[in-house]
């Protein structure tokens, strides 16, 4: 029962360096989202699909890159990783933005914690 | 565009003490709303969620919270908060966001510590 599985859990980068972020879910959720976390700031939405081979930009989409080539995966990428994307990074899913009730409501991953140096 | 306000930032109680934890919205239309909890190091997960109906929803662990059409307030209350509840509350709202798409917006977080 494994749900929202994210890879991996820390990472430190230097600045400049480049990263990918793996999310998987096992729940054949339609939607996927990548939110990052701030002390203070909440959690922010950074890109989402909302099926295979579609993403969307958030509220913070800048320095990221997302792909959804397959349902159950999600990835989130930084080119070129800055000091300002240290953060701890939250993938969630949820069956659709519509429909039933419980379509609405989100399962997150355990998050990943990115340090860039 | 849409926002979620939680009044407070931070909030210590002794236990047994009862909560309520403030959360506004800014959003005239039909609302879904939630509150999801985060223990420390831990994820987030669903305290509970109001789609429709009574308005005083009640979730996990005790919780419940009232949604105040009028008053765009969707507050979390319990009436007596264990160590356990030590946490943070985010509150969430998701609403139409025009030309068929909806947003979910987040408020920025209570941390809540229980004192033994």
């Known amino acids: 029962n494994a749900g929202v599985t994210q890879t991996p859990k820390f990472r430190v980068l230097k600045t400049g360096q480049s990263m990918t972020l793996l999310c998987a879910q096992d729940?054949?959720?339609?939607?996927m989202y990548w939110y990052r976390q701030d002390p203070g700031m909440g959690l922010r939405l950074i890109h989402y699909?909302?099926?295979?081979?579609?993403?969307a930009k958030g509220e913070v989409p800048d320095g990221y890159n997302v792909s959804r080539l397959k349902k159950q995966n999600f990835l989130l990428g930084l080119e070129s990783a800055a000091p300002s994307q240290t953060s701890v990074y939250f993938c969630?899913?949820?069956?659709?933005?519509?429909?039933?009730?419980?379509?609405?409501?989100?399962?997150f991953g355990a998050g990943s914690r990115l340090t860039v140096l | 565009a849409q926002s979620v306000s939680q009044h407070n930032h931070h909030v210590i109680l002794s236990e047994a003490a009862s909560l309520e934890l403030g959360c506004n919205y800014s959003?005239?239309?039909?609302?879904?709303l939630f509150w999801y909890v985060q223990y420390p190091g831990q994820h987030l997960q669903l305290l509970l969620k109001?789609?429709?109906?009574?308005?005083l929803v009640k979730g996990i662990k005790g919780f419940e919270a009232e949604f105040i059409k009028s008053k765009f307030s969707f507050n979390l209350r319990k009436p007596s908060v264990q160590w356990s509840d030590t946490a943070e509350y985010f509150c969430?709202?998701?609403?139409?966001?025009?030309?068929?798409?909806?947003?979910?917006?987040f408020g920025k977080g209570t941390k809540l510590s229980v004192i033994p």
């Open positions: 969630a899913s949820s069956p659709s933005r519509q429909g039933a009730q419980g379509a609405n409501v989100l399962t």
């Open positions: 109001y789609f429709s109906g009574d308005p």
């Open positions: 969430a709202v998701k609403a139409y966001s025009g030309a068929g798409s909806y947003q979910l917006t």
């Open positions: 729940m054949n959720h339609e939607y």
């Open positions: 699909s909302v099926g295979e081979g579609t993403t």
């Open positions: 959003y005239g239309g039909t609302v879904n």
